[in-house]
């Protein structure tokens, strides 16, 4: 067990606060004069820098302004549980600086080793702690960093640090390691389905066209219920929140009471392809799995059956996939307000629908990798837990 000392974050990091700029001095990425301003959007797990904007290089004001190897970037005025959220910044071949909803957290690297201080920081308990540190004004979550630098962080010796981050970094880099199998598994699939059938919109293998409403039986769900929802035989209820692409997220439910006639009408069966109808989400889609015991589902999901002969789950999933990146679907639900993918609009929309071999071909590929997802998904929240544990016991000093 490794002797800390107790300091707050104050004593050995501070936070430099993000430059200020109107919408109209954007610029494109990497013209001269300019320098890349990192956003909200860019802190993610690891720094995104997929999508960059740039403002002239004066508005930099001060030179410590400008992002360095080991920085933090940190969410600082955001919706209450994104507020502290975090990325690395790691070495960049390019100029850039933050915006002003994130702020810049800079090691004083002779006291603390920045890998170090991110594990810290990044972990959950920290994370829980900063998020107490924000101001909630209407709608949104400002960082406190005069109480955020007050927060205590444990501080063994520097060489103690670096042998903690490193031990930690492996951890990390092994849990990484098993979420890239997931995405590349995603990948095959995606790009299988894009192989067999091309883009829907394109139909470049000239497969009959029909209307949705020809292809599969669809309707909405039943509103929730406050008042059904302290009955006596509640059942679960599945919201927009719980459908994901290609995946369903169970961690949240509610339950509902249903009458007889409505738990003949909403009740999900095996291969039920549910399709978010409206809001961020809208028209991502996941297959229903009998995950549950008897279980219904929110007016603002569709609830889709393919026809026998016609459509199987897998095809129907993927294919509102493709839809939505980016094509015409897309476009036609978008609105000034909350976009809807109506009813009406669904079971209009003309699919081609190739033979059903084809499909069922597809299916059987997308059945084994679920599987294999499945066991690597199982094996990643060991993993999680595991390093959520390490993380722990680090700044416990029990490493």
Request: proline share 5%; hydrophobic share 35%; with cysteine.
């Amino acid at each position: 067990m490794s002797k800390i000392n107790r300091h707050v974050l104050g004593d050995v990091a501070s936070f430099i606060r993000g430059i200020t700029f109107r919408p109209d001095d954007v610029t494109q990425p990497f013209e001269k004069g300019t320098a890349v301003c990192m956003r909200t959007k860019n802190v993610q797990t690891d720094l995104d820098e997929s999508d960059l904007i740039s403002v002239p290089k004066s508005f930099v004001r001060r030179k410590e302004q400008f992002l360095t190897e080991g920085d933090m970037l940190v969410s600082s005025a955001n919706s209450w549980n994104l507020v502290g959220k975090c990325s690395w910044v790691p070495k960049l071949d390019y100029e850039a600086t933050a915006g002003g909803f994130i702020s810049i957290l800079r090691a004083n690297r002779e006291k603390v080793d920045p890998r170090y201080l991110y594990h810290w920081f990044a972990a959950p308990q920290t994370q829980h702690e900063v998020r107490l540190c924000g101001r909630q004004t209407t709608n949104i979550s400002n960082l406190n960093y005069e109480r955020c630098l007050k927060l205590p962080i444990p501080l063994p010796k520097l060489k103690e640090q670096e042998r903690i981050a490193a031990i930690l970094d492996k951890a990390d880099a092994i849990r990484r390691t098993r979420q890239q199998q997931l995405n590349e598994l995603q990948t095959f699939i995606e790009a299988t389905y894009f192989k067999m059938f091309g883009h829907p919109e394109l139909n470049a293998y000239g497969w009959d066209v029909m209307p949705f409403s020809e292809v599969c039986d669809s309707r909405l769900g039943k509103m929730l219920d406050a008042k059904q929802q302290t009955g006596t035989h509640p059942r679960f209820y599945l919201r927009n929140l719980n459908v994901q692409w290609c995946r369903l997220d169970l961690t949240e439910l509610v339950k509902m009471d249903f009458d007889s006639g409505d738990r003949k009408e909403f009740r999900l069966e095996y291969g039920d392809v549910l399709i978010c109808e409206g809001g961020a989400g809208v028209g991502q889609t996941a297959i229903w799995r009998d995950e549950l015991p008897e279980c219904y589902f929110q007016k603002s999901l569709h609830r889709v059956r393919p026809r026998s002969g016609r459509a199987v789950p897998e095809y129907i999933q993927y294919l509102m996939w493709s839809l939505m990146q980016g094509s015409s679907l897309l476009n036609s639900i978008s609105t000034a307000t909350i976009p809807h993918l109506t009813g009406v609009r669904l079971k209009s929309v003309k699919i081609p629908v190739p033979p059903i071999d084809v499909q069922e071909k597809f299916q059987a590929i997308v059945l084994k990798h679920e599987e294999t997802r499945s066991r690597l998904e199982t094996t990643n929240d060991i993993d999680e837990d595991l390093f959520s544990s390490l993380v722990q016991r680090a700044f416990k000093g029990e490493l």
